[in-house]
């Protein structure tokens, strides 16, 4: 989509600023060109954002680790990915979210 706005320089600044920020619309390429006066004109390419994997729709896998006590240590990853890097090393990447853990552990 194109989208051509024209008008006062600053108004039509501010308006393009807001229209940036919708989230399910992905600005792509644009052109400004000064008409004469204060007045400018603000020519934009967007298109639509695809929408995000959600909670639901995210892969969850259990990981279970025997630690040698005995012990079994399991958690949830959500997309996660394993790949054999040889000699015996397993890597294994994917995005955990502890609910219950306060802002800053998070943060840390």
Not at 43 to 64: C, H, M, Q, W
Not at 73 to 85: H, I, S, Y
Request: hydrophobic share 35%; no cysteine.
């Amino acid at each position: 989509m194109r989208l051509s706005v024209e008008g006062n320089r600053t108004k039509v600044s501010e308006f393009m600023e807001a229209i940036k920020k919708i989230p399910q619309w992905r600005f792509y390429q644009g052109s400004k060109v000064a008409i004469g006066g204060d007045e400018l004109r603000i020519d934009y390419f967007f298109d639509e954002k695809p929408a995000g994997p959600s909670l639901v729709t995210n892969r969850a896998s259990t990981i279970s680790l025997s630690l040698e006590n005995g012990s079994k240590l399991e958690f949830v990853l959500l997309d996660t990915e394993v790949a054999n890097m040889g000699n015996g090393i397993t890597y294994v990447h994917g995005k955990s979210y502890d609910i219950f853990a306060d802002s800053k552990e998070r943060d840390n």
